[in-house]
DNA sequence: CCTACCGATCGGTAGG
DNA sequence: CCTACCGATCGGTAGG
């Protein structure tokens, strides 16, 4: 996949007409005036997105800062000159992504009134943030994998805080009685969160699969009781943050 | 990230004196004829199973041979007296996992008819290999992000042949005709394989949890016509290896 | 199974 | 934003 960069030659020696190996900068060749120039929050942008993409597509350990460097067309050691260091750029990205797909599910909620249209409406604006390739709304929510202990901890506390959208929501759906609410949330959030690693381009479209999501995760109540919620959604659910 | 291996040393050169920070050793020290016996396959079992855990937690990248070595006390380049290269360790690993966990539901699935009760039955069983954290049985089946690509595709080879005992699983089902065959296999198989990241020690046991997901992905169809099933298993299905 | 090493690569820094 | 480097660590090997 790469192969430049090895670098370390004695001295300022440039023989080599041109070193075969080192990063194709992208235009700004020998920009002058970099150093002087206060940090640029556009460049910043754009280094944030091409990092989360690499997070997302390697994890956190097998994306070097080499190579969001050479992505974003400068040397490693520059990336510093933009960020403070590896950790606390994946966990700005995380937290940003998270923030906007909150955003965005809120929004796509507030239009319906009925719990399982407001499910579905949930649904499919998660599978479009996270099916979605683009900006810094990308699938980093759960390669954790590699991440440092530390860092996982601030990671994770995120996450719950994100997930209780959807305890809400989960909470008003008029579910058979056999079917924990808890179990209910976190398996429908698995999937919405991995989708990026089970869904395929082609055949369905992302509106299609949330369809097919839904009609396994709906169960209308039995006719019996069907228009009195078994559980309706408890004022006092403001806790738990494991799982 | 590469495989690399072209190596070749110009020379014998050894003038460095001496390197700190050794690991420490665990016993056996200096055991003096080791390099005469023959490759012990007992203690090559610990290291597959050493191996193993180290690959579910932390994935294939962020898992260093040395670590291997140290938990099964030796040093780093005497792993290699038992494995070709780590590359060789994984994909050995990751088979053996996978025959062992088909020929347990294979099994679980025998002593049962009805397709409910049947996919009940493979579905508990996968559950208590994902989350009993013993041997070689372990859920590296879904740590493939940070795998060299040519490492990959003999990963997903081997999985794809193993998820198709559920293809027939599902295809018996009687489903209701709204409910797409591959997607609900694709999700239920997801939910299984990566229940180590959401399922939580304490409160529901392993095989409340099979119960808890049979009683979503479960959906009776219509009265009218609930003994008809829809689509039986059809004996032409042995293709299909991406998603 | 160890010692002692190789070349590659890592995150990060000094100084410009 | 680059050059040139640091110490650490990686997978792997030679030779015993």
Redesign the pocket.
């Known amino acids: 996949m790469?192969?430049?960069?090895?670098?370390?030659?004695?001295?300022?020696?440039?023989t080599h007409a041109d070193s075969p190996g080192?990063?194709v900068?992208r235009g700004?060749?020998?920009?002058p005036s970099?150093?002087d120039?206060a940090?640029?929050p556009e460049?910043?942008q754009?280094?944030l997105e091409i990092a989360a993409k690499l997070f997302a597509e390697y994890g956190?350990?097998?994306?070097?800062?080499?190579?969001?460097?050479e992505r974003?067309?400068?040397?490693?050691?520059?990336?510093?000159?933009?960020?403070?260091?590896?950790?606390?750029?994946f966990i700005e990205i995380h937290d940003r992504a998270l923030d906007a797909a909150a955003r965005r599910v809120r929004a796509a909620m507030a239009s319906h009134t009925a719990p399982w249209a407001r499910l579905e409406a949930a649904c499919t604006e998660m599978l479009e943030i996270q099916l979605n390739p683009e900006s810094l709304t990308l699938p980093i929510m759960n390669n954790f994998r590699s991440v440092p202990e530390a860092v996982k901890a601030i990671l994770v506390r995120k996450r719950d805080q994100f997930e209780a959208l959807f305890r809400d929501i989960v909470d008003a759906l008029p579910l058979p009685a056999g079917i924990d609410r808890q179990i209910y949330r976190i398996l429908l959030l698995r999937l919405l969160n991995t989708a990026d690693t089970w869904y395929h381009e082609g055949r369905m479209s992302r509106s299609e699969i949330a369809t097919q999501i839904l009609a396994i995760f709906r169960h209308e109540t039995p006719p019996e009781s069907a228009d009195v919620p078994k559980k309706p959604a408890s004022p006092a659910r403001r806790r738990r943050a494991a799982a």
Do not use: C, V
Request: charged letters at 30%.
């Open positions: 790469n192969a430049r960069q090895k670098h370390r030659p004695p001295g300022p020696d440039r080192r990063p900068r700004r060749a020998h920009a970099a150093a120039t940090p640029n460049r910043r754009e280094i956190y350990k097998a994306t070097s800062i080499r190579e969001i460097a974003a067309g400068m040397m490693g050691g520059s990336l510093y000159y933009h960020i403070r260091s590896k950790e606390a750029l």
